[in-house]
């Protein structure tokens, strides 16, 4: 058996188990480095960059339940096109945070489930939008995020700050415990 043909039950079981536990409670730490309705410190971790002024593309694929490359280093400054694919089977998010801010965000991604929003393979749309119109958030509409479905590819351009303890991860349930995050590290 090699390491593929585990990667799958796995990832179906952590899922499962994400969609039935509760959410981990989030610390005042994590609460000061602001995600979802907040976005206090988004600086802190860079910005949604300029077309114009990408330096090179970086290609990330999502899989149950890892990335492929597993760890990024860029340059401080720079400005990064990611294009970024779904292979697995289940609906993945890359987004670019800091530990503490992708513990604050998690509890929103388990409202997303509650909601009927984030189903195993599929992302509810009009879940979605019931959602933003009731509580304000619910359409996952961030520049330095992407959810997707099985099968489907997006973008992000992001401009990295100088310094910064970044990494990439999937806050949906149960993903990010199971290891689908990978470190940013950023050169000078």
Known sequence: ???????????????????????????????????????????????????????????????????????????????????????????????IATGPMHVTHQPEMMMMVEHGVLEPDKINWEAAKAMQKSMGHGMHNEPNSKLLEPGKSGEIIWTFPKHADLEFACNIPGHYDSGMVGKVKLTH
Do not use: C, Q, W
């Not at 952590?14 to 907040?38: C, F, M, N, Q, Y």
């Not at 002024?53 to 970086?58: A, Y």
């Open 1 to 95: 058996m090699n390491n593929n043909s585990l990667v799958r039950p796995f990832a179906a079981l952590v899922l499962a188990l994400g969609l039935v536990i509760s959410a981990t409670p989030v610390s005042a730490d994590a609460k000061k480095h602001g995600h979802g309705g907040g976005h206090a410190n988004m600086k802190k971790i860079g910005m949604a960059g300029d077309a114009a002024k990408v330096t090179r593309t970086i290609k990330v694929v999502m899989h149950d339940n890892y990335y492929e490359p597993e760890n990024i280093s860029v340059k401080e400054g720079e400005t990064v096109r990611f294009l970024i694919r779904n292979a697995g089977e289940f609906v993945h998010e890359f987004n």
